[in-house]
């Protein structure tokens, strides 16, 4: 990376003894004292913050390398106190250590380098921020408690955890970032070594990033700072672009998608695609669970459970569904892939241990060993077996497991050797080699995984997460699950680990609808779990239906109550209707966020955005028919009332919640996008009864909701992936469509709205008053525009013609 150095040194050759140590040291928004090791951040409309020795070095007086150094638990830290010399480009302080601080060209950012690895018995180094307590946190990955993630530690690596109920600490996506909404301030530590980062929680005025193994050589930290007056998501923004991009999932994967989680045969996955079909809930893909093959990693179909296994997925996409197979990164050593783990041992292909012999897990399936992904030849060797299956139709993987490359097993380090290092620093690196092999095997920009684990960058080879065997209840993470166990979470976790990575680079995310862990009801959800999960999942980006116990099949009433399949249906359509938003949404990497870290508002931990226009209270408490929310700043108009409500961030309120609603808000002032129609799916289908947005039809009809802010609100414009845009709706709206979208019906809900939008007269467009219809059905058969008032319901409908040129409806 080409930087642009502050301090004007000489170059790193030669005797620098004679030149005097800057005092202090500036880039970004970071300055330092070198007299005192002092670092102050100053970021937006709130006064700097500074901290005296913000760097500490653990010691001991011997090091073991066995031994595994907590980040968690430094303990008592020797604290460098001033700077003594200069060498080329770096700063050398008392205690050996070396500091570089640097600008990063186009952005308001430092990268802050750190090597401590001169200082004797050096086994842990400590940065330091300070922190307003009354501020929130976000970021750190798959946080399972809260989005909001001040007071915690969060370590940044998976480690074995008997306390729990799944023997894991649950870190599965560790992402080293903290973003200060308030202030507009990032800190990413781009390191891959054991770390944790202590959140206010030992300390409630710092922040600290605690990492091991200085000896391995520099740290890398990015202190950066948005633009003036920019929204909080450019700090997300600003974090993709110092690490990676996130791979966007292909657009089908943005439709409803079904599992069970065992299958028994080919005839039970057509007839759970044709209940689907015949109830016309919307989908896109099946996916095909474990088990399918004839073992594990043979990637051949079993045909004594799928018979004509190529016919099955033909069947399966003729109905409009693509299909997606379970996977795991293991070669077991004995049965029918014997020979593969003889032949992957003989071409080092393998995880190995410091003698070079493989690691045998005792996975799930196992025993097996890991692929070596870091190895050149064992990519292609795994994508000749990818192939097998791949050839038979298959669109996409779930991939499971490959989490064994851990920095430590009870305190004692124990090798694990890969052809690119070893497990202290491929611990988080391994699950991104995974993922991009089985992501190369697919057609590019057509291939779709959903992976448990990640890493930060690993965005880029990683369509979407999925946290893993939630419980299938509402209780929190961390809680005792009776069995002496701490909980691993339900709904409520699965809200704040999907929230939590959107803002940590990770947008595309999707739990078990439902969950997967203990469901009282034959192993699966009661009714009210799974409905209140696929009302959350619905205004979310993969939208997934599966779990434990026999089905999460809503319309199976052995297991739930009749007429959970039509709710169901009512969420997978609306997920489905706001595929151009989605869709739009995903260009810009940020889909939802959490509502207190997109607004300065007391909004609890689970209400979000999607997108910025849509504003989301799941219900998490069994049994609620009510929920209390804390609306943002600014106008809000309920979904299912209509009602105008202008929020403080400040003042609790009481909404309706019956089962079948979930508490949401338009912001006043926009437009959303959405399909005008419903269709079953997003892919081609040739069966009959089938509808599809391939079909014109159904695919070039947009529809935008139409939320005026009569004066109050700011009005947004809606610019779309296709190059569609529309704006205003306080008085006329402007719009042009682009390459996909033919036809736009504008739709106000005007039950709290004035004249002329509650009762209007006349609709016009470019000046030319359009004919009113009585009708939808009416209303889809005119061309040439026309509009409808349902004035019952307070319902104004315009349909207006397409066009590359600016065009104007008005309304009086």
Same mark, same amino acid.
């Given at each position: 990376m080409l930087r642009a150095l502050v301090v004007v040194v000489l170059a790193a050759c030669g005797d620098n003894s004679h030149i005097a140590v800057p005092a202090t040291l500036?880039?970004?928004?970071?300055?330092?004292?070198?007299?005192?090791?002092?670092?102050? =951040?100053?970021?937006?409309?709130?006064?700097?913050? &500074?901290?005296?020795?913000?760097?500490?070095?653990? $010691?001991? &007086?011997?090091?073991? #390398?066995?031994?595994?150094?907590?980040?968690?638990?430094?303990?008592? %830290?020797?604290?460098?106190?001033?700077?003594?010399? =200069?060498?080329?480009?770096?700063?050398?302080?008392?205690?050996?250590?070396?500091?570089?601080?640097?600008?990063?060209?186009?952005? #308001?950012?430092?990268?802050?380098?750190? #090597?401590?690895?001169?200082?004797?018995?050096?086994?842990?180094?400590?940065?330091? %921020?300070?922190?307003?307590?009354?501020?929130?946190?976000?970021?750190?990955?798959?946080?399972?408690?809260?989005?909001?993630?001040a007071g915690s530690v969060r370590e940044m690596q998976l480690r074995v955890d008997p306390t729990s109920e799944s023997s894991l600490n649950e870190t599965h996506v560790p992402v080293p970032l903290a973003l200060w909404p308030r202030r507009g301030v990032g800190l990413f530590v781009a390191d891959d070594r054991p770390g944790a980062l202590d959140l206010g929680k030992t300390t409630p005025d710092r922040v600290t990033a605690t990492f091991a193994a200085p000896s391995r050589g520099t740290y890398k930290v990015y202190i950066y700072r948005a633009t003036n007056l920019a929204p909080p998501s450019q700090l997300v923004d600003i974090y993709q672009r110092l690490s990676a991009r996130p791979a966007i999932p292909p657009r089908w994967a943005f439709a409803p998608m079904q599992w069970r989680n065992t299958w028994d045969s080919s005839s039970q996955v057509i007839g759970d695609a044709d209940a689907m079909r015949t109830r016309h809930i919307p989908g896109s893909t099946m996916w095909i669970d474990n088990p399918w093959q004839t073992g594990y990693n043979t990637f051949e179909i079993d045909p004594a459970r799928f018979a004509q296994p190529q016919q099955l997925v033909a069947d399966l996409e003729a109905r409009g569904f693509h299909v997606v197979f379970w996977s795991t990164p293991y070669v077991d050593q004995s049965g029918i892939t014997a020979g593969d783990f003889s032949e992957a041992r003989s071409k080092h292909f393998l995880v190995t241990d410091d003698g070079g012999s493989p690691l045998v897990y005792p996975w799930q399936n196992g025993p097996g060993a890991l692929v070596d992904f870091s190895h050149a030849g064992a990519v292609p060797w795994w994508q000749d077996r990818i192939k097998r299956v791949t050839d038979v139709g298959a669109r996409g993987f779930k991939l499971d497991f490959g989490e064994e490359i851990v920095p430590e097993l009870g305190g004692t380090i124990v090798t694990m050797l890969l052809d690119a290092g070893d497990n202290t620093v491929m611990h988080n690196r391994y699950a991104g080699l995974y993922h991009q092999a089985y992501l190369g095997a697919l057609p590019q920009g057509d291939g779709f995984l959903l992976t448990r684990a990640g890493a930060w960058g690993e965005q880029q080879f990683n369509t979407a997460i999925w946290p893993g065997d939630l419980d299938s209840d509402f209780s929190l993470h961390g809680v005792d699950n009776g069995k002496g166990k701490s909980n691993v979470g339900g709904l409520p976790s699965a809200i704040s680990r999907g929230l939590s990575l959107s803002v940590s680079g990770y947008p595309f995310y999707g739990s078990d609808i439902g969950g997967f862990r203990d469901g009282p009801n034959q192993g699966a959800p009661t009714t009210?779990?799974?409905?209140?999960?696929?009302?959350?999942?619905? %205004?979310?980006?993969?939208?997934?239906?599966?779990?434990?116990?026999? &089905?999460?099949?809503?319309?199976?009433? $052995?297991?739930? $109550?009749?007429?959970?399949?039509a709710i169901y249906k009512q969420y997978a359509e609306l997920h489905m209707l706001l595929d151009p938003y989605l869709w739009t949404l995903a260009q810009d990497g940020l889909v939802t966020q959490p509502a207190a870290f997109a607004y300065e508002c007391d909004c609890d931990p689970m209400m979000f955005l999607l997108g910025h226009d849509i504003l989301v209270a799941p219900v998490v408490t069994a049994g609620a028919t009510t929920r209390e929310v804390v609306l943002p700043p600014g106008t809000w108009v309920d979904k299912w009332t209509g009602a105008r409500i202008t929020g403080d961030g400040h003042t609790s309120i009481t909404v309706s919640a019956p089962l079948a609603q979930i508490p949401m808000w338009y912001r006043a002032g926009s437009?959303?996008?959405?399909?005008?129609?419903?269709?079953?799916?997003?892919?081609?289908?040739?069966?009959?009864?089938?509808?599809?947005?391939?079909?014109?039809?159904?695919?070039?009809?947009?529809?935008?909701?139409?939320?005026?802010?009569?004066?109050?609100?700011?009005?947004?414009?809606? #610019?779309?992936?296709?190059?569609?845009?529309?704006?205003?709706?306080?008085?006329?709206? $402007?719009?042009?469509?682009?390459?996909?979208?033919?036809?736009?019906?504008?739709?106000?809900?005007?039950?709290?709205?004035?004249?002329?939008?509650?009762?209007?007269?006349?609709?016009s467009l470019d000046g030319v008053d359009l004919p009113s219809v009585a009708s939808d059905t009416a209303m889809f058969a005119c061309a040439t525009g026309c509009w409808q008032l349902d004035a019952a319901a307070h319902h104004v409908q315009i349909r207006v013609p397409g066009g590359a040129m600016d065009r104007t409806v008005a309304i009086r």
């Open positions: 500036s880039a970004g928004p970071v300055t330092i004292d070198t007299r005192t090791m002092t670092i102050t =951040v100053e970021g937006q409309q709130r006064a700097p913050m &500074s901290i005296e020795h913000f760097l500490g070095i653990a $010691t001991v &007086s011997s090091v073991d #390398d066995t031994h595994y150094y907590d980040p968690t638990a430094p303990g008592t %830290l020797e604290t460098p106190t001033h700077a003594v010399s =200069v060498d080329g480009d770096w700063i050398m302080l008392d205690d050996g250590t070396r500091l570089r601080l640097t600008s990063v060209p186009l952005l #308001d950012c430092a990268e802050l380098d750190i #090597d401590a690895s001169q200082h004797a018995g050096a086994v842990l180094m400590q940065l330091a %921020l300070a922190r307003d307590p009354t501020e929130p946190i976000f970021g750190t990955g798959d946080a399972p408690v809260s989005p909001n993630v009210e779990v799974l409905l209140r999960w696929a009302e959350y999942a619905a %205004l979310g980006t993969i939208m997934q239906l599966g779990g434990g116990g026999p &089905s999460h099949d809503p319309w199976d009433t $052995t297991l739930f $109550t009749p007429g959970a399949d437009l959303i996008p959405m399909f005008a129609r419903a269709a079953d799916t997003l892919l081609p289908a040739t069966a009959p009864g089938v509808t599809s947005y391939e079909d014109a039809a159904f695919g070039s009809e947009l529809r935008f909701i139409v939320t005026p802010g009569l004066g109050e609100d700011l009005e947004s414009g809606s #610019d779309l992936h296709d190059g569609t845009h529309a704006f205003g709706g306080t008085g006329p709206i $402007t719009y042009r469509t682009g390459t996909q979208y033919k036809t736009i019906t504008f739709d106000l809900d005007a039950r709290s709205l004035p004249a002329p939008y509650s009762s209007p007269v006349a609709v």
